[in-house]
């Protein structure tokens, strides 16, 4: 399976604290939720996967500068895997430092049957403002959208959006951008106003209610796919319904 076929999942969450236990309960909580998922695998430096007999201790160990290793589950063929690192205040909404949670599924029958509770897990155990999982291909472009530099003119592809740059945005629980499963903490979903019960029926239709009160929300059927009319208008019409994700309106 080749990297461009890859599915990304991100979460956006308060900062890691001392002693904090997300860590070891975020690879514990997408190990449930993935059937059969075991993370007990580390990368070398030369590529190489290790085994981890003491993965908790050793994750416990590792969790430092606001971040967690990567731990995988030694597949080469359909690799899984998850890593956390700090956002810095200076590039974060608010000027508020971030956990960013990274994660990679593989758009197997196994990966796609478990992305939408995989991030449900993962986003809820990190207290996640939000966050998205999206193929690689379509995640490529919507990260074009974001404009970082005042200088930076470039057109987004497709005829996306321009996005604000995280930076320039004043709260972290607004949505920065949209991807193919999208979850919205209940601050984040009241900031963009959703859900609206006229003009939401069909994401409320693929949508599911969190413990916490947040929302998972599924753009498409299928695998966001840019390439496919269909996926893009849909794409297009969220970032309509939505003014406030990307800082283009005020909440």
Not at 79 to 98: C, D, F, K, L, N
């Amino acid at each position: 399976m080749t990297a461009k076929r890859k599915i990304n999942l991100t979460v956006y969450a308060p900062a890691l604290v001392s002693d904090d236990n997300r860590t070891i309960a975020l690879v514990h909580g997408m190990e449930r939720a993935f059937p059969g998922l075991r993370l007990e695998w580390r990368v070398s430096e030369d590529g190489r996967t290790i085994a981890l007999p003491q993965r908790d201790a050793w994750l416990t160990e590792g969790t430092k500068d606001g971040g967690f290793p990567l731990v995988c589950n030694g597949n080469e063929n359909l690799p899984v895997m998850i890593s956390g690192w700090e956002s810095p205040a200076g590039s974060s909404p608010g000027g508020r430092s971030q956990l960013e949670v990274h994660a990679q599924l593989p758009p197997s029958e196994g990966g796609l049957a478990a992305v939408a509770d995989v991030l449900e897990a993962v986003a809820e155990i990190a207290r996640g403002h939000w966050g998205h999982a999206t193929p690689f291909r379509a995640s490529v472009d919507i990260a074009r959208q974001t404009r970082n530099r005042p200088d930076d003119l470039e057109v987004p592809p497709r005829g996306l959006p321009v996005l604000t740059s995280p930076s320039a945005m004043r709260s972290p629980e607004i949505p920065h951008r949209l991807g193919w499963l999208n979850y919205w903490s209940a601050a984040a979903a009241r900031a963009i106003g959703f859900p609206d019960p006229v003009r939401d029926t069909e994401l409320l239709s693929r949508a599911r209610r969190t413990a916490s009160g947040g929302w998972v929300v599924q753009l498409t059927d299928g695998p966001l796919d840019l390439d496919n009319p269909a996926h893009l208008e849909a794409l297009k019409r969220a970032y309509e319904r939505f003014p406030v994700i990307g800082g283009r309106a005020a909440p």
